[in-house]
């Protein structure tokens, strides 16, 4: 259902542009339909910026993306605007993903307005349905997001979302800014609207346990480039490589990685080879 073939996205930074900056590096995966894929990888692996290039919210650098068998690589802007609300982006910070000056019920109403999804009676319907099924009372359709708590605005964004029944969902870190308490709630939320609209979902995290609540396959990214893929239980519980065993190690730990962790088998951090377009290998020195 997604297919990305060989993704690259560099930036131009420093002085004069002159440095590159190879965020996604050659990326390769394919997410099967109503499946959630876990992207797991440490600070500034480029996880944000593979999810965002996915919906072309970043033009990627070389590569192909395509959502059930559409290059959205390919399209141009007026089709790939025809094309947004088929895929949704969820961000941390759902206060921000909000106009600040309207009220709920429109927040939710607008997207159904826009698509022409049914008279004002209809729409009215749906908007108080999808309230109900991210779990909210109706009386804070009239109240603006300052009014409302992270977690309730973060549903929010969820019945949003959900009005536009997307066939892919990147959710990008969309519980890091919550309480722990909270957290939980709105990823089994997220779990189930996902898995009852059979919506194709990117789960972005650096958070080993919240990846593995939320992935039917995870893949492991370090350093633009993904290292390890497969069912989240094979990932996770046996890892055939490195990067991952030290992330799942570190993730058993509240400090930084000790020194007790498993160490590489060249001693530093093994350089990787692509041997197959894709599929990288771990080289020991
Ligand atoms: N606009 C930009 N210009 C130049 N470099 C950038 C830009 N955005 C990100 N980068 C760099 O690209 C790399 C990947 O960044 P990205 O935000 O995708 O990583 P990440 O894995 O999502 O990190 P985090 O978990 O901290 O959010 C980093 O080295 C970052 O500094």
Same mark, same amino acid.
Request: charge should be neutral.
């Given at each position: 259902?997604?297919?990305?073939?060989?993704?690259?996205?560099?930036?131009?930074?420093?002085? *004069?542009?002159?440095?590159?900056? +190879?965020?996604?590096?050659?990326?390769? $995966?394919?997410?099967?339909?109503?499946?959630?894929?876990?992207?797991?990888?440490?600070?500034?692996?480029?996880?944000?910026?593979?999810?965002? =290039? /996915?919906?072309?919210?970043?033009?990627?650098?070389?590569?192909?993306?395509?959502?059930?068998?559409?290059?959205?690589?390919? $399209?141009?802007? =007026?089709?790939?605007?025809?094309?947004?609300?088929?895929?949704?982006?969820?961000?941390?910070?759902?206060?921000?993903?909000?106009?600040?000056?309207?009220?709920?019920?429109?927040?939710? @109403?607008?997207?159904?307005? $826009?698509?022409?999804?049914?008279?004002?009676?209809?729409?009215?319907?749906?908007?108080?349905?999808?309230?109900?099924?991210?779990?909210?009372?109706?009386?804070? /359709?009239? +109240?603006?997001?300052?009014? *409302?708590?992270?977690?309730?605005?973060?549903?929010?964004?969820?019945?949003?979302?959900?009005?536009?029944?997307?066939?892919?969902?990147?959710?990008?870190?969309?519980?890091?800014?919550?309480?722990? =308490?909270?957290? @939980?709630?709105?990823?089994? $939320?997220?779990?189930?609207?996902?898995?009852?609209?059979?919506?194709?979902?990117?789960?972005?995290? !650096?958070?080993?346990?919240?990846?593995?609540?939320?992935?039917?396959?995870?893949?492991?990214?370090?350093?633009?480039?993904?290292?390890?893929?497969?069912?989240? =239980?094979?990932?996770?519980? !046996?890892?055939?490589?490195?990067?991952?065993?030290?992330?799942? @190690?570190?993730?058993?730990?509240?400090?930084?990685?000790?020194?007790?962790?498993?160490?590489?088998?060249?001693?530093?951090?093994?350089?990787?080879?692509?041997? !197959?377009?894709? !599929?990288?290998?771990?080289?020991?020195?």
């Amino acid at each position: 259902m997604i297919e990305v073939r060989n993704l690259r996205t560099y930036y131009s930074s420093g002085i *004069l542009r002159r440095t590159e900056v +190879r965020a996604v590096d050659g990326v390769s $995966l394919e997410i099967e339909k109503g499946t959630t894929l876990g992207l797991v990888g440490e600070s500034g692996c480029g996880k944000t910026t593979l999810g965002r =290039s /996915l919906l072309r919210l970043i033009e990627p650098t070389d590569g192909q993306v395509f959502i059930d068998g559409v290059e959205i690589t390919g $399209l141009s802007r =007026s089709e790939l605007r025809r094309f947004r609300p088929r895929m949704q982006m969820i961000f941390q910070d759902a206060y921000a993903s909000l106009n600040p000056r309207i009220r709920m019920y429109d927040s939710i @109403a607008e997207p159904l307005r $826009l698509m022409k999804r049914g008279d004002r009676a209809g729409i009215d319907r749906r908007v108080r349905e999808l309230i109900a099924r991210v779990g909210l009372n109706e009386d804070l /359709l009239n +109240r603006r997001p300052y009014e *409302l708590s992270g977690g309730q605005n973060q549903r929010v964004v969820l019945a949003r979302i959900l009005s536009l029944e997307p066939d892919f969902i990147v959710a990008d870190e969309p519980t890091s800014s919550l309480d722990v =308490s909270v957290q @939980a709630q709105i990823l089994t $939320l997220f779990r189930a609207l996902a898995r009852d609209c059979d919506t194709t979902c990117l789960f972005i995290s !650096h958070d080993i346990g919240v990846i593995r609540a939320m992935s039917d396959q995870v893949a492991i990214m370090v350093k633009g480039r993904i290292v390890e893929i497969g069912p989240t =239980s094979d990932v996770l519980d !046996h890892p055939c490589h490195w990067y991952t065993r030290r992330l799942v @190690a570190a993730s058993t730990r509240d400090a930084d990685v000790p020194p007790s962790l498993p160490e590489s088998p060249s001693g530093g951090m093994p350089e990787m080879v692509e041997v !197959h377009p894709g !599929h990288w290998v771990e080289v020991r020195a």
